[in-house]
């Protein structure tokens, strides 16, 4: 809360309007489903409704709790919240039409509104150490569901199979819940970069796409392992082997305030130059905290500087149509100079 009200004089409003409900719990502790957060320099509020009565203030932090028995919105621009003539700041990409209407229509005679993406980002992914611990539990998680994995794959099991084991296990480990839909993408189906699983029974010499993650203490995990089960063959070993150089020479680039664009230039020129460059179809990797995707975006779309203490996939890919997929993926904290791998599973090629 407090990197919050400071940020106020930089952005030259007298408060800022917080909608988006990842952001709400990074600056307060707040897990419930509903809420707005009002932050000033010297004063914060934040608004639930009566089904957190007992919830929000156990665990809000830093702001007044006001408990609203209607629209959260309309009681916020019609209560003694704001000062006349404030300049309110409002997360533009996470209000609908329709508030941002409200906004002005009820609040446009003593408040000025001022819209504005990406509010939040240049706060939320500068991660603390707090943070990258409670990453790394959830990595951890992820990283012994994976071993456990090892020993259960085999020919014959189906996709559906092999991801309600990945669910199970993690829940098992003390998981709050998945941070996607596990992929488990076998043979052919592993050219399809975000394939859902399905009934296919793996079968062998094939390799098997997974990837996976989960939430604990409401941070994410991320990891994506290829394995064969039995030998690939040649081509599926080439692949291999230039997805995992491209990933481990993007590692040894990754570093606070290299470019986004400079850094999956650097995996992608591996592909390139091993003739799969049209077979890379998505940027590098992605920030990981509150949510699993979120700034910063390491792609070739962004010139944006990675900072100090974000936390970054790198997860390089080749998918080839109707033939195989590769992708490694492993979750790293920035820092200067280098980078800290959160992912401890193996990169080795293993035929089961």
């Known amino acids: 809360m407090a990197r919050l009200q400071a940020q106020l004089r930089t952005w030259e409003v007298d408060a800022v309007l917080i909608q988006h409900l990842p952001h709400i719990r990074w600056a307060t502790g707040f897990t419930g489903s509903n809420a707005l957060l009002v932050v000033q320099a010297d004063a914060a509020h934040f608004f639930t409704d009566g089904r957190y009565n ?3 203030p156990n665990e809000v932090e830093g702001a007044q709790v006001h408990i609203v028995s209607e629209n959260l919105l309309s009681h916020l621009l019609t209560g003694p919240y704001l000062p006349d003539g404030a300049r309110v700041l409002f997360q533009a990409d996470h209000a609908t039409v329709v508030e941002g209407s409200r906004m002005q229509a009820e609040g446009s005679d003593t408040l000025q509104w001022m819209a504005a993406g990406q509010v939040m980002d240049g706060l939320v992914m500068r991660k603390t150490p707090h943070e990258h611990q409670a990453i790394q539990a959830a990595q ?12 259960m794959l085999k020919p014959g099991l189906t996709e559906h199979e092999v991801a309600a084991e990945i669910v199970y296990q993690h829940l098992r480990r ?6 996607f839909d596990p992929i488990v993408a076998s043979g052919p189906r592993g050219a399809l970069a975000h394939a859902r699983p399905t009934d296919r029974r793996l079968e062998a010499g094939e390799l098997v796409v997974i990837d996976m993650g989960c939430f604990v203490g409401g941070y994410a995990s991320d990891m994506t392992r290829t394995i064969a089960l039995g030998e690939p063959g040649e081509e599926a070993r080439r692949v291999y082997s230039v997805v995992l150089d491209a990933q481990e020479r993007a590692l040894e680039a990754t570093m606070a305030g290299i470019a986004s664009n400079d850094l999956d230039q650097v995996a992608r020129g591996v592909i390139e130059e091993a003739g799969y460059g049209p077979y890379f179809s998505h940027s590098l990797g992605h920030g990981v905290g509150l949510q699993i995707h979120e700034p910063p975006r390491v792609s070739f779309r962004s010139a944006e500087a990675i900072p100090e203490g974000a936390v970054i996939t790198i997860e390089p890919g080749i998918y080839l149509p109707d033939r195989l997929g590769v992708r490694i993926e492993d979750l790293v904290v920035v820092e200067r100079g280098g980078h800290r791998n959160l992912t401890a599973s193996t990169k080795d090629l293993l035929v089961l």
């Open 54 to 56: 007992v919830q929000a």
């Open 140 to 151: 951890a998680v992820t990283d012994a569901v994976f071993t456990h994995l090892l020993d």
């Open 174 to 179: 003390g998981a709050e819940r998945m941070s």
